[in-house]
């Protein structure tokens, strides 16, 4: 009974969940999850390498540090992605 659940439940995670509004027109809904996952890894990059215009007493009022950040910016957009990825599968 207890293997049965299990495959099931790795049957239904390896499955792509349709939406409940789907229409045969519309991307591919990995291409679209993929796009969406590159383009918010890429704005979450560009977000930390604006932080890193203010100076110190701006990020110290905002209660950031510098080499955090400047870490968090050269962070690579593959890894990113991975990580999203891997926060979805995780919900």
């Not at 950040?69 to 593959?78: E, G, K, N, R, Y």
Request: glycine share 0%; with cysteine; net charge positive.
């Amino acid at each position: 009974m207890m293997v049965e659940q299990r495959k099931n439940a790795a049957r239904q995670q390896a499955e792509p969940q349709v939406p409940d509004f789907y229409m045969p027109a519309m991307w591919p809904l990995d291409l679209q999850r993929s796009v969406h996952d590159w383009f918010c890894a890429w704005r979450q990059r560009r977000l930390y390498r604006q932080l890193l215009l203010l100076d110190d007493r701006e990020l110290a009022a905002r209660d950031l540090d510098r080499q955090r950040i400047s870490a968090m910016a050269d962070v690579p957009l593959q890894q990113l992605v991975a990580q999203r990825r891997a926060s979805r599968r995780r919900r």
